[in-house]
């Protein structure tokens, strides 16, 4: 099944939950392959990230140039190995590629390359860019009168840096409502705390005093995201969209959860035994 | 009859009296006429860097994010993405340091379309001082992969490079100063092609290899040390930095065994640091100077007394060329022998 078919709303929400389960099955093995890898920021952005990819982006399968479809700019780009994943079972690419990640000539690294990786709309790392590309991304939509979105999942450490803050004020100067931000609110960085580091609250203020519609909402509630993806306006409108997807660091894996000892790392075998079965216990109890 | 610039339809006259910024904006502002993919963008320098003209013409197509460069490239960057080929203009010293890094990695990684022209580069904004000058850019810029660096003398060769950039694939960095630079060309009948220098006096004495603003000073220098000192100075207009014209620099040591290079910017990393990776590469020995800006940050003052500071006007070109041609240097007569 792929986005609004005829699936009752829990036959969906089973749907993603399944699919989110799996992505969080494939950081703990992908991070074995790679040797380690951004476990806590993976798996608090995989609710995030299926809700886009499988319910709300307009995406062809197996057909990642289709001209009109959606973009994606993963500007959290430390995020790759829970994104690499959507992509191959997106049938761009084979899921086999992926047993390859960190690999010599691999394509999939800590960060994700647009020119080795099928589907991947932007190159990304270092940490702020994405909504800049994203603006102008947008521009083109309204320069070639597409109805196509760009979606951008940021890091909330990373709206720390200052080329968000020249990028959020041009977003609504230009009118871009194509723009829907997502910030991954699991509220750690490398360091700590973001409230103690730099804080970014009031997150959903600041956003509207720079001419953004926001919504604030749990981002492990497949139920609110699609509800909140429900809403979203018509590309055409004028103003710009935040999601503010409160999340936990680690989120599926217990004894990672809000540490920040797991911001990266690697797992032996007997401890990704342990997350693999955490995440099986973690699932959200099925509504079907 | 007016003449045609790049087959454009400004005249003769209209250079003497516009600025390299200002026949570029003309230039850019009749090629988008011609093709629609091209977009232009502005960080609230428009009116300086003449990008404004196109903006007047096609509102459509000009952005302006205000004084926000690291966005501005980031904008671009994804304008490229969807095939639209974007001109981005602001100061040089912006694009190569305040946006470094989104030049870098949003545009040169990629390899996209994209076009900088970075105006005030050098110490051509004299009287703004320091921060504004920008003697670092070359060194910066032609280190990132996927980038052309080109340096054009005057306001024809700048039309005649944004020309070229339009269809040369990947990422361009044209560094244009502020604009009041006299001409080294009298008509647009030259050839530009990228990559490929080209030698604006002949010689057989010793070759003087400039770029930029400084090239008009070489050229003169070479004709005034011709008819008094009976020297004959090879001038090579070495306008790409990147990929550099590796055969004319080997060529000028194997027939003048004498370099010196001029450039507008710190002698580190830049046009003379690239002569001289050649040069070391060739494994000829070849006497060589390097005049710029000495690893110094440059003061503040006019543009003309900045360039006579700094040796990169005719009279300082004419000394330092006087100065090379009086050192002695051994010659070896088996030296074309040697590997």
């Known amino acids: ?288 | 009859m007016a003449e045609q610039v790049g087959g454009l339809t400004y005249t003769i006259l209209d250079a003497d009296k516009m600025t390299a910024a200002e026949i570029y904006g003309d230039v850019l502002t009749q090629i988008g006429g011609q093709r629609p993919e091209i977009v232009a963008l502005s960080a609230d320098l428009a009116k300086s860097t003449k990008i404004g003209k196109f903006g007047e013409k096609y509102p459509d197509r000009f952005f302006n994010v205000g004084i926000a460069e690291q966005n501005m490239f980031g904008v671009a960057a994804g304008l490229a993405l969807a095939g639209f080929v974007p001109f981005v203009s602001t100061f040089a010293v912006f694009v190569s340091m305040r946006a470094g890094e989104q030049v870098r990695t949003d545009i040169c990684y990629q390899k996209l379309n994209c076009k900088i022209i970075a105006t005030h580069s050098g110490i051509s904004f004299g009287q703004a001082g320091t921060t504004h000058h920008c003697t670092e850019d070359l060194a910066i810029i032609r280190s990132f992969a996927n980038m052309t660096v080109i340096a054009p003398a005057d306001g024809f060769e700048t039309a005649k490079a944004v020309q070229a950039s339009v269809d040369w694939k990947g990422p361009v960095y044209i560094r244009i100063g502020r604009g009041f630079e006299p001409r080294v060309y009298t008509d647009d009948k030259f050839d530009f092609t990228i990559g490929k220098a080209r030698e604006m006096r002949p010689g057989t004495d010793v070759t003087v290899i400039a770029c930029g603003t400084p090239l008009v000073g070489a050229v003169d220098a070479a004709d005034f040390l011709k008819k008094n000192d009976g020297l004959s100075v090879r001038v090579i207009n070495m306008h790409t930095i990147k990929p550099i014209d590796r055969e004319a620099i080997e060529k000028a040591v194997m027939d003048t065994r004498r370099i010196i290079t001029f450039e507008d910017h710190n002698v580190i990393g830049g046009l003379g640091s690239a002569v001289a990776e050649v040069i070391a590469d060739l494994g000829k020995g070849c006497a060589f100077k390097r005049v710029g800006i000495p690893d110094e940050f440059s003061p503040v003052g006019y543009p003309d007394d900045l360039y006579h500071h700094y040796k990169l006007d005719s009279e300082g070109i004419i000394d330092t060329v006087r100065e090379v041609m009086g050192k002695e240097f051994e010659e070896d007569e088996d030296w074309q022998d040697e590997f």
């Open chain 1, 1 to 288: 099944m792929h986005k609004k078919d005829s699936k009752s709303r829990d036959q969906l929400l089973d749907y993603l939950d399944d699919k989110a389960e799996w992505l969080r099955r494939e950081i703990i093995r992908l991070s074995s392959i790679a040797g380690g890898a951004h476990l806590g920021g993976g798996l608090s952005m995989a609710d995030v990230i299926v809700a886009v990819y499988y319910y709300a982006m307009n995406l062809k399968q197996g057909d990642p140039t289709w001209a009109d479809r959606d973009r994606f700019i993963l500007s959290k780009g430390h995020g790759a190995v829970a994104y690499c994943p959507v992509l191959a079972d997106q049938g761009f690419f084979s899921p086999d590629w992926l047993n390859t990640f960190n690999n010599l000539d691999s394509p999939f690294g800590m960060h994700p390359d647009m020119k080795k990786i099928p589907g991947c709309d932007m190159s990304t790392g270092s940490l702020g860019h994405g909504l800049s590309v994203a603006v102008g991304m947008a521009l083109t939509a309204r320069l070639d009168k597409k109805s196509w979105r760009v979606f951008v999942l940021m890091g909330d450490g990373e709206i720390n840096e200052g080329m968000v803050w020249e990028a959020a004020p041009a977003a609504s100067h230009f009118k871009l409502g194509n723009i829907v931000a997502i910030i991954d609110r699991n509220t750690l960085s490398l360091d700590g705390p973001t409230e103690e580091i730099m804080a970014i609250e009031p997150i959903a203020k600041r956003w509207e005093a720079f001419g953004w519609r926001v919504f604030d909402i749990d981002g492990h509630d497949m139920g609110a995201l699609v509800d909140t993806l429900d809403k979203l306006p018509p590309s055409s409108d004028p103003t710009p969209t935040l999601i503010v997807a409160r999340t936990v660091k680690g989120k599926g894996v217990d004894f990672m959860e809000n540490n920040p000892i797991w911001h990266y790392a690697g797992l032996d075998k007997a401890k990704s035994a342990e997350a693999l079965t955490c995440i099986g216990n973690c699932r959200p109890k099925r509504r079907t």
